[in-house]
T-cell receptor
Framework: AQKVTQAQTEISVVEKEDVTLDCVYE???????LFWYKQPPSGELVFLIR??????QNEISGRYSWNFQKSTSSFNFTITASQVVDSAVYFC????????????FGAGTRLFVKA | DTAVSQTPKYLVTQMGNDKSIKCEQN?????MYWYKQDSKKFLKIMFS???????INETVPNRFSPKSPDKAHLNLHINSLELGDSAVYFC????????????????FGEGSWLTVV
């Protein structure tokens, strides 16, 4: 079964707080890709990061960091020192060999960052 | 330059009408998609084409018909529009094989907001 769960529907933080968005996935494949996308209020979907299943190194990009743990099937996303511009819906996604590397998305987590 | 472009961006139409959304990508990718995002923000794949060949066709009503004249274009035609078709439709592309592979990374267009009244 191919599934992505983002249990947090909405998160509200105050600017400069750190926030972690959770993502848990299910797949039977050993080769797969995980992604995070950002959808700001303007509506476009912006690619943030891709990880393949053989690379468990955590990644940091500025205030963004990602923690990939195969043991718990999780790919969590942390924003450090959040800013109002981080307010958006964030989607975690999984692409595996089910149905020819179809990419499915979690339900999204809406992040509100208040000034 | 816009990598994945789709038109129109906004479309308001009456029930029963037929409408089309056009999509073009200039990334040289070999795979294109249509995704539907409903009012609750849930993103669901509808179709996928690889080099003009349909490879993914999810449970979508027959009223929706994709057409790919070449690998840079994937249009979506919708017949007999219904209220429930109101959504945002995203076109996307990826390069899944070869030296230019994007590793299944999907790049999205800006979305087409369809409202059926």
């Amino acid at each position: 079964a191919q599934k992505v769960t983002q249990a947090q529907t909405e998160i509200s933080v105050v600017e400069k707080e750190d926030v972690t968005l959770d993502c848990v996935y299910e797949t039977r494949d050993t080769t797969y890709y995980l992604f995070w996308y950002k959808q700001p209020p303007s509506g476009e979907l912006v690619f943030l990061i891709r990880r393949n299943s053989f690379d468990e190194q955590n990644e940091i990009s500025g205030r963004y960091s990602w923690n990939f743990q195969k043991s718990t099937s999780s790919f969590n996303f942390t924003i450090t020192a959040s800013q109002v511009v981080d307010s958006a819906v964030y989607f975690c996604a999984l692409s595996d060999n089910t149905g020819g590397f179809k990419t499915i998305f979690g339900a999204g987590t809406r992040l509100f960052v208040k000034a | 330059d816009t990598a994945v472009s789709q038109t129109p961006k906004y479309l308001v139409t009456q029930m029963g009408n037929d409408k089309s959304i056009k999509c073009e990508q200039n990334l040289g990718h070999d795979t294109m998609y249509w995704y539907k995002q409903d009012s609750k923000k849930f993103l669901k794949i509808m179709f996928s084409y690889n080099n003009k060949e349909l490879i993914i066709n999810e449970t979508v009503p027959n009223r929706f018909s994709p057409k790919s004249p070449d690998k840079a274009h994937l249009n979506l035609h919708i017949n007999s529009l219904e209220l429930g078709d109101s959504a945002v439709y995203f076109c996307a592309s990826s390069q899944d094989r070869g030296e230019q592979s994007s590793g299944n990374t999907i790049y999205f267009g800006e979305g087409s907001w369809l409202t059926v009244v």
